[in-house]
Nanobody, 116 residues
Framework: QAQLVESGGGLVQAGDSLRLSCADSRRTFSTYTMAWFRQAPGKEREFVARITWGGSIYYANSVKGRFTISRNNVKSTVYLQMNSLKPEDTAVYYC??????????WGQGTQVTVSS
């Protein structure tokens, strides 16, 4: 079974930082594009950041300059470093993986709550 497990969420104050981690049990982790999405209550799930197997990175404009995505293929883990957090960043954050362009594998999510 392929599993994505997120961790690192929590309750923080505006301006604080968090680092999310997503551990992937798949042995082919290094061949996958990995991404972070988030979903706030009452809103659609939105793209946050993506990193390909080759290291190409793309961020949503809403987090550009504040968030950093990275991956450690040896540890089969993708990270999302979140700095300068805003209340608008409050959401459940999901890790996702694809090898085909469609995100076929998803984690269960980790809650990030940013108070003002």
């Amino acid at each position: 079974q392929a599993q994505l497990v997120e961790s690192g969420g929590g309750l923080v104050q505006a301006g604080d930082s968090l680092r999310l981690s997503c551990a992937d049990s798949r042995r082919t982790f290094s061949t996958y594009t990995m991404a972070w999405f988030r979903q706030a209550p009452g809103k659609e799930r939105e793209f946050v950041a993506r990193i390909t197997w080759g290291g190409s990175i793309y961020y949503a404009n809403s987090v550009k300059g504040r968030f950093t995505i990275s991956r450690n293929n040896v540890k089969s883990t993708v990270y999302l470093q979140m700095n300068s957090l805003k209340p608008e960043d409050t959401a459940v954050y999901y890790c996702a993986a694809t090898m085909t362009g469609t995100y076929d594998f998803w984690g269960q999510g980790t809650q990030v709550t940013v108070s003002s």
